[in-house]
């Protein structure tokens, strides 16, 4: 039984900065694909960003520069710098293992103006 958990989430104000994390459980993490992604109200899913078990990182273009993705296979746990936040970063942000049917149940970043 394999379970991601996020956690980090919260009200910021624009500008500010969040980090969040995703703990894993079980025996896939020292070999998956680790992925971010959100979902704002009324728009479909997309990916923020992802890391490889050996560490290579890709993230969406229109992210690049101000998240940071990253993750510490000793503690089996995948994280996500959010910095100047933006109002249009309001999302539930989820954590996911890339190829495999495990998701976290999410996190919600809301930024204010």
């Known amino acids: 039984q394999v379970q991601l958990v996020e956690s980090g989430g919260g009200l910021v104000q624009a500008g500010e900065s969040l980090r969040l994390s995703c703990a894993a459980s079980?025996?896939?993490?020292?070999?998956?694909?680790m992925g971010w992604y959100r979902q704002a109200p009324e728009k479909q899913r997309e990916l923020v960003a992802f890391?490889?078990?050996?560490?290579?990182?890709n993230y969406a273009d229109s992210l690049k520069g101000r998240f940071t993705i990253s993750r510490d296979n000793a503690k089996n746990t995948v994280y996500l710098q959010l910095n100047s936040l933006k109002p249009e970063d309001t999302a539930v942000y989820y954590c996911?293992?890339?190829?495999?049917?495990?998701w976290g149940q999410g996190t919600q970043v809301t930024v204010s103006s």
């Open positions: 996911h293992a890339v190829g495999m049917n495990y």
């Open positions: 890391i490889t078990s050996s560490g290579r990182t």
């Open positions: 079980g025996s896939i993490f020292s070999f998956a694909t």
